[in-house]
C-alpha cells in the first residue's frame, strides 16, 4: 500500500469526488452479494464473541449487521452521535496522504464492493466486509475513536516528512493486527484479525506466533508481511495506552529511527516484553 497510487487497483475510480469519495448506491448490490455477506457474517459473528475484545463484541451485537450489506447511511447518525466520526464510501484503497486526511477528520473509507465466493476465506485488498466488519465497530469507542484519528494527523505530517514506513508499520500492528489485554485475557481487535476467519483463533491463541509487548519505537523498526498471518502480534494494555503514544510529535523519533537497521517480522529482542514466545513463527497463511 505505501506509496502507491490508485493506478492498477481493484474498484471503479472513475465517478469519484477528487477526495476518492464515491455514492455506496446500496439498491445496486446483487441478491448473490447479500448472501455472500450474510455467510461472511456468520462465521465471524461466531468467533467474535471468543477472541475479540469486549467493546467490539458489544459494538458489533448492536449493529446488526447479520442481514444484508449495510447501509452507511444507516449506521452514519448513530455514529455521529457516539464519538463524531462518519464513514464515506470509497472505490477501494486510496493513495496514503488521501487516507490520512479522512481519518485526520474523522472520516473512515470503506470500500464499497464486496469479494468474490472463491476469496470467502482470503482476499489481499480490503473489501467491504473487512472494512465495515473488521474496522467500523470499534470506531463507537470513544478511546480508540481518538488514537485513529490521532493516527491520521501523524499521518498527514508523516507524509511530508518522508517518514510513512515508519507509521504504516505502527498501522499495521495496531489497527490492523493488534492484540490487547483483557481480565479474560488476550483478545483481538485489529481489523485484519478481526475479518479473517483463520488468523482470528490463530492470533490469540496459536502456540506458533510471537506476542511481544506493545512498544511504539519498536514497531516503527519491525517490517511486515502482507500475505500470511503475522509471525509477531503486539499487545497493548488497554486503548489509553494507544493513544498516549501517539499524543507526543513523532518527528524526533523519526530522526532517531532514520538509517537505522529494520527487525524483521519474526524477531524476538532482549529489550521484549514477551507475552509468549512463538514456537514457530514461520508459517503460510
Ligand atoms: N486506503 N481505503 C484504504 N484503506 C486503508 O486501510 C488504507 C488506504 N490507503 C493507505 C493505507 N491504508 C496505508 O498505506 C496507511 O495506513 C499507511
Ligand atoms: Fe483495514
Redesign the pocket.
Known sequence: MTGETAHGLRGDYSRMRPDYTVEQDWAAYPPEAHALWRRLYERQASLVPRYACEEFIRSVAAMDLSDAIPRFDAVNPRLAKATGWEIVAVPGLLPDLAFFEHLAHRRFPVTVWLREPEEFDYIVE?DIF??FF??VPLLFDPVFADYLQAYGRGGVKAHALGAIEMLARL?WYT??FGLIETPSGVRAYG??IL?SGGEISYSVESPDPNRIGFDLLRIMRTRYKIDTYQETYFVVRDFRQLFEATAPDFTPYYEQLAGRETHAPSAVLAADRVLHRGLAPVRAA
Open positions: 480490503p473487512h472494512d473488521g474496522h498501522y489497527v490492523e481489523a485484519g475479518s
